[in-house]
């Protein structure tokens, strides 16, 4: 088996070592520091350096013992190695592992509930717990980060299954028989597998992101620690800043309100315009007005309401057939043109169909009929 270094040092960036095993493209050592996926957490990256060999590590998985996975084994010798982890990573998946701890521990003493689904992204984190907890967000947050900014002490230690604390957060998983218990402070006791700083201080800072439903009862938040934090709100600042200049305002939220209004404002009168054009060019034929063009539903009821005293066909190229009369079955004929050129529709003294394949044969079709 191989040892376990990162539980007895979360901090080794870098370890000598000794290859015991190659098989195919994984590489098995008498010690690693390299962290397995497991627990929510991801897995570490990193180079195994030997006499003529430079392997980088693209994943760490268990699989009974610890096999680190790299592109290629050519090449490759047993024998004394020198290890590097990316602790630029590692150390970016401790801060939010930790933080996790504390902002999971924060829920349960504001909300009541357990968190599960907990998992570490290399981008955001995730947690999941049966309760809205959308009024309390602010008060999670800062109770979570007065634990982060009291600099409280991050221990570890390992109990026989039979003797664990009575204090746990949760209970440890069934079927194991020794017991690791993360504790931050005096604030949170919970079962644990994953590494995390020594101090709740090194967690920086914890910024909720995100807050939706996720199904009927379970919620979901999303967040982000520590040095990750900086990165988020500095994306939001870069986000920020281009909208400012796109919209040549300092603030937002008026320059967007305006634009809005000016959309509203341009759509009616687009749409009034549409109507008058379409209203000129409307082809009578005997009883019947008909028209073709590019319209939306809405134009075309209100071509329909403006010309009431003929029979109607009107066809949309996106597809859309709207019929009227006072005096023909309407109803009948859609069914004719829907059953002839596909589509859907129905009504009653209107008929409105969409989905219709080829709208200027349908017109004609309708024409034809209604004369
Ligand atoms: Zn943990």
Redesign the pocket.
Known sequence: MTELLFYKDPYIKEFDARIVKIDGNKIYLDKTAFYPEG?GQPSDRGKIIGDGFELDVVDVQKDGDVAHIVRTSKGVKLGSVHCKIDWNRRYDFMQQ??G??ILAAAIKRVLGVDVFGSVIFEDVNKMEFERDPRESIRKIEALANGVVWSSLPVKTSVHARSNIPSDLRKSPKEGISEVRV?RVGDFDAVP?A?T?VKNSAEVGIIKITNVYRKTKDVWRVEFVCGFRTLKYMNDVLDERNKLKEKLNSSNLVEAVEKLYDECVELRKRLHDIQLELALGKVSRDGKVCYYIGDMDMKLMEELAVRMSDCNIALASTRGYVLLSSGSLDVKNLMKEITNKFGGKGGGGTIVRAGGVSNPVKALEYAVERMR
């Open positions: 627990g592992h930790t996790h701890h993360v644990c994953g995390h």
